[in-house]
Protein backbone atom coordinates (compact mmCIF):
# COMPACT_ATOMS: atom_id res chain seq x y z
CA UNK A 1 0.00 0.00 0.00
CA UNK A 2 1.18 3.25 -0.77
CA UNK A 3 1.66 5.50 1.76
CA UNK A 4 1.10 8.33 0.34
CA UNK A 5 -2.76 7.42 -0.40
CA UNK A 6 -5.04 6.90 -2.95
CA UNK A 7 -4.26 9.46 -5.27
CA UNK A 8 -1.51 7.82 -6.48
CA UNK A 9 -1.50 5.41 -9.24
CA UNK A 10 -0.15 2.01 -9.65
CA UNK A 11 2.54 3.56 -12.68
CA UNK A 12 3.89 6.51 -10.66
CA UNK A 13 4.57 3.47 -7.93
CA UNK A 14 6.48 1.56 -10.86
CA UNK A 15 8.33 4.51 -12.16
CA UNK A 16 11.42 4.20 -9.83
CA UNK A 17 11.50 0.59 -10.38
CA UNK A 18 12.37 1.54 -14.39
CA UNK A 19 14.44 4.17 -13.63
CA UNK A 20 16.39 2.06 -11.59
CA UNK A 21 17.02 -0.62 -14.15
CA UNK A 22 17.75 1.75 -16.56
CA UNK A 23 21.03 2.56 -13.79
CA UNK A 24 21.87 -0.78 -13.54
CA UNK A 25 21.10 -1.23 -18.00
CA UNK A 26 23.52 1.72 -18.48
CA UNK A 27 26.14 2.16 -15.71
CA UNK A 28 28.01 5.11 -15.78
CA UNK A 29 25.57 6.69 -17.67
CA UNK A 30 23.52 9.10 -15.70
CA UNK A 31 25.81 10.94 -13.00
CA UNK A 32 25.06 12.05 -9.81
CA UNK A 33 25.68 15.92 -9.15
CA UNK A 34 25.86 16.54 -12.72
CA UNK A 35 29.23 14.58 -12.11
CA UNK A 36 30.90 17.70 -10.53
CA UNK A 37 33.23 16.38 -8.08
CA UNK A 38 34.68 13.71 -11.12
CA UNK A 39 38.71 13.73 -9.82
CA UNK A 40 38.38 15.72 -7.31
CA UNK A 41 40.35 14.88 -3.95
CA UNK A 42 40.21 15.37 -0.39
CA UNK A 43 43.60 15.92 0.94
CA UNK A 44 45.12 15.92 4.84
CA UNK A 45 47.74 18.37 5.66
CA UNK A 46 49.60 18.54 8.83
CA UNK A 47 51.35 21.82 8.57
CA UNK A 48 54.76 21.61 11.19
CA UNK A 49 55.61 25.06 11.05
CA UNK A 50 53.89 28.53 11.26
CA UNK A 51 55.31 29.35 8.38
CA UNK A 52 53.73 26.58 6.61
CA UNK A 53 50.70 26.94 8.04
CA UNK A 54 51.02 30.48 6.57
CA UNK A 55 51.64 29.67 3.31
CA UNK A 56 48.82 26.73 3.08
CA UNK A 57 46.03 29.88 4.27
CA UNK A 58 47.28 32.00 1.42
CA UNK A 59 47.02 29.07 -1.48
CA UNK A 60 43.19 28.42 0.11
CA UNK A 61 42.40 31.68 -0.33
CA UNK A 62 43.50 32.10 -4.18
CA UNK A 63 41.93 29.07 -4.87
CA UNK A 64 39.15 28.98 -3.09
CA UNK A 65 39.35 25.92 -1.60
CA UNK A 66 36.57 23.81 -0.13
CA UNK A 67 37.45 23.35 3.25
CA UNK A 68 35.80 20.10 5.22
CA UNK A 69 37.93 20.67 8.96
CA UNK A 70 38.22 23.19 10.24
CA UNK A 71 35.32 25.05 8.73
CA UNK A 72 37.17 28.40 8.53
CA UNK A 73 40.78 28.87 6.69
CA UNK A 74 41.59 31.14 9.59
CA UNK A 75 41.94 27.93 11.51
CA UNK A 76 44.05 26.52 9.72
CA UNK A 77 47.37 26.74 11.99
CA UNK A 78 50.91 24.53 13.38
CA UNK A 79 49.92 21.11 14.30
CA UNK A 80 46.08 21.45 13.21
CA UNK A 81 44.87 18.18 11.40
CA UNK A 82 43.42 19.97 7.81
CA UNK A 83 40.99 18.37 5.77
CA UNK A 84 40.65 19.89 1.71
CA UNK A 85 38.39 19.01 -0.56
CA UNK A 86 40.73 20.00 -4.17
CA UNK A 87 39.23 20.69 -7.42
CA UNK A 88 40.34 18.24 -10.12
CA UNK A 89 41.97 21.15 -12.11
CA UNK A 90 43.83 22.56 -9.21
CA UNK A 91 44.89 18.98 -7.35
CA UNK A 92 48.02 18.38 -9.54
CA UNK A 93 49.43 22.02 -9.07
CA UNK A 94 48.25 21.93 -5.45
CA UNK A 95 50.20 18.61 -4.99
CA UNK A 96 53.27 20.13 -6.38
CA UNK A 97 53.02 22.83 -4.01
CA UNK A 98 53.01 20.80 -0.76
CA UNK A 99 56.02 18.77 -2.37
CA UNK A 100 57.64 21.76 -2.96
CA UNK A 101 57.02 23.37 0.46
CA UNK A 102 57.50 20.20 2.19
CA UNK A 103 54.21 19.92 4.04
CA UNK A 104 53.23 16.39 4.79
CA UNK A 105 50.07 15.16 3.41
CA UNK A 106 47.39 11.99 2.84
CA UNK A 107 45.40 11.55 -0.02
CA UNK A 108 42.01 10.74 1.73
CA UNK A 109 39.52 10.39 -1.04
CA UNK A 110 41.62 10.50 -4.57
CA UNK A 111 38.26 10.66 -6.36
CA UNK A 112 35.34 12.12 -4.69
CA UNK A 113 32.89 11.35 -7.65
CA UNK A 114 33.58 7.96 -7.64
CA UNK A 115 33.45 7.85 -3.78
CA UNK A 116 30.08 9.42 -3.78
CA UNK A 117 28.78 7.26 -6.15
CA UNK A 118 29.95 3.95 -4.55
CA UNK A 119 28.10 5.08 -1.76
CA UNK A 120 24.52 5.77 -3.49
CA UNK A 121 24.29 2.86 -5.70
CA UNK A 122 23.63 0.82 -2.88
CA UNK A 123 21.38 3.46 -1.47
CA UNK A 124 18.73 3.52 -4.28
CA UNK A 125 18.36 -0.35 -4.42
CA UNK A 126 16.98 -0.53 -0.32
CA UNK A 127 13.25 0.58 0.71
CA UNK A 128 13.54 3.65 0.92
CA UNK A 129 10.12 5.57 1.41
CA UNK A 130 7.83 3.19 3.30
CA UNK A 131 6.72 4.03 5.87
CA UNK A 132 5.08 0.87 7.74
CA UNK A 133 8.51 -0.30 7.49
CA UNK A 134 10.51 2.84 7.66
CA UNK A 135 14.20 2.38 6.85
CA UNK A 136 16.37 4.07 9.14
CA UNK A 137 19.52 2.55 8.23
CA UNK A 138 19.52 5.17 4.65
CA UNK A 139 19.89 8.81 4.48
CA UNK A 140 16.64 10.36 3.72
CA UNK A 141 15.83 13.23 1.32
CA UNK A 142 13.85 16.42 2.53
CA UNK A 143 10.81 15.22 1.09
CA UNK A 144 11.13 11.56 2.75
CA UNK A 145 11.45 13.19 6.33
CA UNK A 146 8.78 15.60 6.32
CA UNK A 147 6.11 12.82 4.83
CA UNK A 148 7.67 10.28 8.00
CA UNK A 149 7.15 13.60 9.87
CA UNK A 150 3.37 13.87 9.10
CA UNK A 151 2.86 10.11 9.11
CA UNK A 152 4.09 10.02 12.82
CA UNK A 153 1.95 12.80 14.07
CA UNK A 154 -1.06 10.80 12.89
CA UNK A 155 -0.15 7.88 13.75
CA UNK A 156 1.35 8.55 17.33
CA UNK A 157 -0.69 11.68 18.09
CA UNK A 158 -0.55 10.54 22.38
CA UNK A 159 3.14 10.76 21.81
CA UNK A 160 3.81 13.34 18.84
CA UNK A 161 2.67 16.59 18.23
CA UNK A 162 4.12 18.19 15.32
CA UNK A 163 4.31 21.87 14.27
CA UNK A 164 5.74 24.25 12.05
CA UNK A 165 7.80 27.19 13.72
CA UNK A 166 7.97 29.30 10.28
CA UNK A 167 9.40 29.09 6.55
CA UNK A 168 13.03 29.45 5.48
CA UNK A 169 14.22 31.74 3.29
CA UNK A 170 13.15 29.54 0.36
CA UNK A 171 9.36 28.93 2.08
CA UNK A 172 9.71 25.64 3.19
CA UNK A 173 8.55 24.86 6.76
CA UNK A 174 10.49 24.48 9.69
CA UNK A 175 9.01 21.35 11.37
CA UNK A 176 9.43 20.54 14.71
CA UNK A 177 7.97 17.35 16.45
CA UNK A 178 7.14 17.52 20.24
CA UNK A 179 7.36 13.96 21.53
CA UNK A 180 6.92 12.71 25.22
CA UNK A 181 4.05 11.74 27.04
CA UNK A 182 1.00 14.16 27.20
CA UNK A 183 0.59 15.42 30.59
CA UNK A 184 -1.66 18.32 32.50
CA UNK A 185 1.82 18.28 35.03
CA UNK A 186 4.47 21.00 34.69
CA UNK A 187 7.17 19.20 32.62
CA UNK A 188 10.81 20.66 31.77
CA UNK A 189 11.62 20.46 28.24
CA UNK A 190 14.90 19.03 25.90
CA UNK A 191 16.15 20.87 22.29
CA UNK A 192 17.64 18.75 19.74
CA UNK A 193 18.20 20.03 16.43
CA UNK A 194 19.69 18.66 13.56
CA UNK A 195 21.46 19.66 10.10
CA UNK A 196 22.37 23.22 10.54
CA UNK A 197 24.89 22.55 8.34
CA UNK A 198 23.37 20.78 5.06
CA UNK A 199 26.51 18.67 3.97
CA UNK A 200 26.19 16.51 7.68
CA UNK A 201 23.52 14.30 7.13
CA UNK A 202 24.30 12.00 9.57
CA UNK A 203 22.52 14.59 11.97
CA UNK A 204 19.30 14.34 10.29
CA UNK A 205 19.97 10.67 10.47
CA UNK A 206 20.52 11.24 14.00
CA UNK A 207 17.28 13.01 14.88
CA UNK A 208 15.09 10.35 13.10
CA UNK A 209 16.50 7.86 14.93
CA UNK A 210 16.47 9.38 18.04
CA UNK A 211 12.43 9.92 17.56
CA UNK A 212 12.28 5.80 16.63
CA UNK A 213 13.91 4.55 19.41
CA UNK A 214 11.62 6.72 22.03
CA UNK A 215 8.23 5.25 20.47
CA UNK A 216 9.89 1.77 20.05
CA UNK A 217 11.43 1.42 23.80
CA UNK A 218 9.08 3.23 25.49
CA UNK A 219 6.93 0.58 26.72
CA UNK A 220 10.49 -1.74 27.66
CA UNK A 221 12.91 0.12 28.30
CA UNK A 222 12.50 2.08 32.00
CA UNK A 223 15.10 4.94 31.22
CA UNK A 224 13.39 5.60 28.28
CA UNK A 225 9.74 5.79 29.82
CA UNK A 226 11.29 8.17 32.71
CA UNK A 227 12.49 10.47 30.35
CA UNK A 228 9.21 11.11 27.88
CA UNK A 229 7.29 10.95 31.12
CA UNK A 230 9.23 13.49 32.86
CA UNK A 231 10.55 15.61 30.03
CA UNK A 232 9.07 16.47 26.77
CA UNK A 233 11.29 16.65 23.85
CA UNK A 234 11.32 19.68 21.10
CA UNK A 235 13.00 17.83 18.07
CA UNK A 236 14.06 19.86 14.92
CA UNK A 237 15.21 16.61 12.38
CA UNK A 238 16.27 19.76 9.63
CA UNK A 239 17.17 22.88 10.49
CA UNK A 240 18.62 23.73 7.50
CA UNK A 241 15.75 22.92 5.47
CA UNK A 242 16.46 24.61 2.17
CA UNK A 243 20.69 23.78 2.28
CA UNK A 244 20.25 20.31 2.98
CA UNK A 245 17.67 20.02 0.60
CA UNK A 246 20.28 21.36 -2.49
CA UNK A 247 23.17 19.25 -0.91
CA UNK A 248 20.69 16.45 -2.35
CA UNK A 249 19.89 18.20 -5.97
CA UNK A 250 23.00 20.71 -6.55
CA UNK A 251 26.19 20.24 -4.41
CA UNK A 252 26.67 17.45 -1.77
CA UNK A 253 29.09 19.89 0.39
CA UNK A 254 26.52 22.80 0.55
CA UNK A 255 26.86 23.86 4.08
CA UNK A 256 25.42 27.30 4.32
CA UNK A 257 21.56 28.59 3.97
CA UNK A 258 20.51 29.62 0.54
CA UNK A 259 19.63 33.30 0.89
CA UNK A 260 20.88 35.63 -1.44
CA UNK A 261 22.98 38.83 -0.83
CA UNK A 262 22.04 42.20 -2.17
CA UNK A 263 25.96 43.12 -3.01
CA UNK A 264 28.25 39.44 -4.53
CA UNK A 265 26.82 36.31 -6.10
CA UNK A 266 27.31 33.45 -3.23
CA UNK A 267 24.60 32.66 -1.61
CA UNK A 268 23.72 31.66 1.80
CA UNK A 269 24.76 32.55 5.54
CA UNK A 270 26.85 29.76 7.91
CA UNK A 271 23.70 29.37 10.08
CA UNK A 272 26.29 28.70 12.85
CA UNK A 273 27.67 31.87 12.99
CA UNK A 274 24.34 34.06 12.56
CA UNK A 275 23.59 33.67 16.05
CA UNK A 276 23.35 37.19 18.83
CA UNK A 277 26.49 36.44 20.77
CA UNK A 278 29.45 37.99 19.91
CA UNK A 279 28.44 37.82 16.60
CA UNK A 280 31.19 37.89 13.54
CA UNK A 281 33.96 37.93 15.88
CA UNK A 282 37.21 35.38 15.70
CA UNK A 283 36.10 32.30 13.62
CA UNK A 284 33.06 34.28 11.61
CA UNK A 285 33.83 35.59 8.39
CA UNK A 286 32.53 38.89 6.89
CA UNK A 287 32.79 37.77 3.09
CA UNK A 288 29.72 36.05 1.71
CA UNK A 289 31.64 33.99 -0.56
CA UNK A 290 33.06 32.11 2.45
CA UNK A 291 31.81 29.07 4.35
CA UNK A 292 31.85 30.61 7.78
CA UNK A 293 29.83 33.63 6.39
CA UNK A 294 28.26 35.32 9.42
CA UNK A 295 25.65 36.99 7.57
CA UNK A 296 24.51 40.57 7.15
CA UNK A 297 23.36 40.81 10.64
CA UNK A 298 22.29 38.28 13.76
CA UNK A 299 19.42 36.41 12.87
CA UNK A 300 19.30 37.71 9.62
CA UNK A 301 18.62 33.81 8.22
CA UNK A 302 14.62 32.94 9.09
CA UNK A 303 15.73 29.59 10.33
CA UNK A 304 17.38 31.05 12.78
CA UNK A 305 15.22 33.82 13.94
CA UNK A 306 12.39 31.42 14.27
CA UNK A 307 14.56 28.77 16.26
CA UNK A 308 15.59 31.63 18.30
CA UNK A 309 12.08 33.31 18.98
CA UNK A 310 10.87 29.91 19.84
CA UNK A 311 13.66 28.91 22.74
CA UNK A 312 13.53 32.84 23.86
CA UNK A 313 9.99 32.26 23.80
CA UNK A 314 10.00 28.46 26.16
CA UNK A 315 13.69 29.06 27.74
CA UNK A 316 11.96 28.82 31.22
CA UNK A 317 11.61 25.01 30.58
CA UNK A 318 13.72 24.12 28.19
CA UNK A 319 16.36 23.06 30.25
CA UNK A 320 19.21 21.56 27.47
CA UNK A 321 19.85 22.44 23.96
CA UNK A 322 21.38 19.71 22.37
CA UNK A 323 23.11 20.21 18.70
CA UNK A 324 23.89 17.35 16.01
CA UNK A 325 26.58 18.28 13.62
CA UNK A 326 29.90 15.93 11.96
CA UNK A 327 32.31 15.50 12.09
CA UNK A 328 35.23 15.15 14.50
CA UNK A 329 33.67 12.70 17.33
CA UNK A 330 33.53 15.36 20.20
CA UNK A 331 31.15 16.25 22.81
CA UNK A 332 31.15 20.03 23.01
CA UNK A 333 30.00 22.44 25.56
CA UNK A 334 30.57 26.63 26.07
CA UNK A 335 32.23 28.70 25.51
CA UNK A 336 32.54 28.62 21.50
CA UNK A 337 33.59 32.63 21.80
CA UNK A 338 35.89 32.42 24.31
CA UNK A 339 38.51 30.83 26.41
CA UNK A 340 36.96 30.83 29.54
CA UNK A 341 34.83 28.56 32.40
CA UNK A 342 31.40 28.42 32.38
CA UNK A 343 30.06 29.50 35.79
CA UNK A 344 29.04 25.18 36.59
CA UNK A 345 31.40 24.13 34.55
CA UNK A 346 31.82 21.06 37.27
CA UNK A 347 27.97 19.84 36.59
CA UNK A 348 28.49 20.24 32.79
CA UNK A 349 32.02 18.88 32.67
CA UNK A 350 30.76 15.95 34.35
CA UNK A 351 27.99 14.82 32.23
CA UNK A 352 29.87 15.53 29.21
CA UNK A 353 32.38 12.68 30.94
CA UNK A 354 29.65 10.43 32.14
CA UNK A 355 27.88 10.78 28.38
CA UNK A 356 31.36 10.19 26.42
CA UNK A 357 32.35 7.10 28.81
CA UNK A 358 28.66 5.57 27.85
CA UNK A 359 28.80 6.23 24.11
CA UNK A 360 32.16 4.69 24.22
CA UNK A 361 30.83 1.79 25.77
CA UNK A 362 28.88 0.43 22.88
CA UNK A 363 31.52 0.40 20.16
CA UNK A 364 34.61 1.85 21.65
CA UNK A 365 34.37 4.72 19.41
CA UNK A 366 36.73 7.54 21.16
CA UNK A 367 35.10 11.21 21.66
CA UNK A 368 37.18 14.10 22.88
CA UNK A 369 35.20 16.57 25.04
CA UNK A 370 35.81 19.90 26.42
CA UNK A 371 34.91 23.35 26.04
CA UNK A 372 34.57 23.89 22.13
CA UNK A 373 37.04 26.74 21.52
CA UNK A 374 39.75 24.54 23.29
CA UNK A 375 38.39 20.98 22.14
CA UNK A 376 37.48 22.57 18.22
CA UNK A 377 38.38 26.15 17.24
CA UNK A 378 37.10 29.69 18.85
CA UNK A 379 34.10 30.23 16.76
CA UNK A 380 31.77 33.06 17.38
CA UNK A 381 27.76 33.78 16.88
CA UNK A 382 27.03 29.91 17.21
CA UNK A 383 23.90 28.53 18.59
CA UNK A 384 25.22 26.81 21.35
CA UNK A 385 26.07 29.65 23.04
CA UNK A 386 23.34 31.54 22.31
CA UNK A 387 21.48 29.20 24.19
CA UNK A 388 23.62 29.11 27.43
CA UNK A 389 23.58 32.53 27.22
CA UNK A 390 19.73 32.65 27.16
CA UNK A 391 19.40 30.93 30.13
CA UNK A 392 19.69 27.08 28.90
CA UNK A 393 22.08 25.43 31.47
CA UNK A 394 22.90 22.44 29.98
CA UNK A 395 24.11 23.40 25.87
CA UNK A 396 26.05 21.03 23.85
CA UNK A 397 26.85 20.29 20.60
CA UNK A 398 27.80 16.60 19.15
CA UNK A 399 30.47 16.57 16.19
CA UNK A 400 29.09 13.25 15.35
CA UNK A 401 31.61 10.02 13.00
CA UNK A 402 33.56 10.26 11.81
CA UNK A 403 37.40 11.20 12.23
CA UNK A 404 38.29 11.90 8.55
CA UNK A 405 38.20 8.78 6.67
CA UNK A 406 35.15 9.17 5.14
CA UNK A 407 34.21 12.46 6.29
CA UNK A 408 30.39 13.84 5.21
CA UNK A 409 30.59 10.63 2.85
CA UNK A 410 30.01 8.53 5.76
CA UNK A 411 28.73 5.53 4.54
CA UNK A 412 24.89 4.19 5.59
CA UNK A 413 27.10 1.00 6.70
CA UNK A 414 28.00 3.15 9.64
CA UNK A 415 24.48 4.76 10.57
CA UNK A 416 23.73 2.12 12.88
CA UNK A 417 26.56 1.92 15.03
CA UNK A 418 26.73 5.93 14.82
CA UNK A 419 23.39 6.10 16.16
CA UNK A 420 23.21 3.46 18.96
CA UNK A 421 25.79 5.02 20.30
CA UNK A 422 24.84 8.48 20.25
CA UNK A 423 21.47 7.68 21.70
CA UNK A 424 23.46 6.35 24.66
CA UNK A 425 25.00 9.20 25.25
CA UNK A 426 21.90 11.76 24.90
CA UNK A 427 20.01 9.17 27.50
CA UNK A 428 22.71 9.62 29.41
CA UNK A 429 22.43 13.45 29.67
CA UNK A 430 19.04 13.58 29.89
CA UNK A 431 18.43 11.37 33.00
CA UNK A 432 21.82 13.40 34.21
CA UNK A 433 19.41 16.47 34.04
CA UNK A 434 16.27 14.50 35.92
CA UNK A 435 18.88 14.30 39.03
CA UNK A 436 20.87 17.01 41.21
CA UNK A 437 23.85 18.12 39.95
CA UNK A 438 26.70 17.04 42.45
C1 LIG B 1 38.59 24.95 -12.07
O1 LIG B 1 37.24 24.66 -12.35
C2 LIG B 1 36.29 25.51 -11.71
C3 LIG B 1 34.90 25.04 -12.05
O2 LIG B 1 34.84 23.69 -12.22
C4 LIG B 1 36.51 26.93 -12.14
O3 LIG B 1 35.59 27.79 -11.46
C5 LIG B 1 37.92 27.35 -11.85
O4 LIG B 1 38.16 28.65 -12.37
C6 LIG B 1 38.92 26.37 -12.48
N1 LIG B 1 40.26 26.73 -12.03
C7 LIG B 1 41.31 26.75 -12.86
C8 LIG B 1 42.60 27.10 -12.22
O5 LIG B 1 41.20 26.49 -14.04
C1 LIG C 1 -0.47 17.16 13.76
O1 LIG C 1 -1.65 16.55 14.19
C2 LIG C 1 -2.57 17.40 14.85
C3 LIG C 1 -3.76 16.60 15.26
O2 LIG C 1 -3.41 15.54 16.06
C4 LIG C 1 -3.00 18.53 13.94
O3 LIG C 1 -3.82 19.44 14.66
C5 LIG C 1 -1.77 19.25 13.41
O4 LIG C 1 -2.15 20.21 12.46
C6 LIG C 1 -0.81 18.26 12.77
N1 LIG C 1 0.40 18.96 12.38
C7 LIG C 1 0.71 19.24 11.11
C8 LIG C 1 1.93 20.05 10.89
O5 LIG C 1 0.06 18.85 10.18
C1 LIG D 1 25.53 7.03 32.04
O1 LIG D 1 26.85 6.61 31.81
C2 LIG D 1 27.50 6.06 32.92
C3 LIG D 1 28.90 5.71 32.49
O2 LIG D 1 29.55 6.81 31.96
C4 LIG D 1 26.78 4.86 33.42
O3 LIG D 1 27.38 4.39 34.61
C5 LIG D 1 25.32 5.22 33.70
O4 LIG D 1 24.59 4.05 34.04
C6 LIG D 1 24.69 5.84 32.47
N1 LIG D 1 23.33 6.23 32.77
C7 LIG D 1 22.34 6.11 31.90
C8 LIG D 1 21.00 6.53 32.37
O5 LIG D 1 22.50 5.67 30.78
C1 LIG E 1 24.20 26.82 37.95
O1 LIG E 1 23.54 25.81 38.71
C2 LIG E 1 22.63 26.29 39.66
C3 LIG E 1 22.12 25.11 40.46
O2 LIG E 1 21.79 24.04 39.62
C4 LIG E 1 21.51 27.05 38.96
O3 LIG E 1 20.62 27.58 39.90
C5 LIG E 1 22.13 28.17 38.12
O4 LIG E 1 21.11 28.80 37.39
C6 LIG E 1 23.18 27.65 37.19
N1 LIG E 1 23.84 28.73 36.51
C7 LIG E 1 24.11 28.71 35.23
C8 LIG E 1 24.77 29.89 34.68
O5 LIG E 1 23.84 27.77 34.52
ZN1 LIG F 1 28.33 21.51 11.51
Known amino acids: MNFLGKSRSRTAALLPLCWLF ?3 LRPGHS ?7 AGDKVIRLFPKTDGEAHALKKMFRQLQVDLWQPSSISHVSEGTVTDVH ?11 FFHEANIQYEILIEDLQKALEKESILRTQRNRRSLSDYNYEVYHSLEEIQDWMHHLNKTYSGFIH ?13 FILKLGRRSRAYKRAVWIDCGIHAREWIG ?36 N ?5 FSWTHDRFWRKTRSRNSRFHCRGVDANRNWKVKWCAEGASVHPCDDTYCGP ?27 FHAYAQMLLYPYSYKYATIPNFSCVEYAAYKAVKALR ?44 HFGFLLPEMLIKPTCTETMLAVKNITMHLLKKCP
Not at 298 to 307: N, Q, T
Open 22 to 24: LKI
Open 31 to 37: HLYNNRY
Open 86 to 96: VLQNASQALLA
Open 162 to 174: LFSIGRSYEGRSL
Open 204 to 239: PTFCQWFVKEALLTYRSDPVMKTMLNHLYFYIMPVF
Open 241 to 245: VDGYH
Open 297 to 323: FPESEPEVKAVANFLRKHRKHIRAYLS
Open 361 to 404: SVHGAQYKYGPASRTLYVSSGNSMDWAYKNGIPYSFAFELRDTG
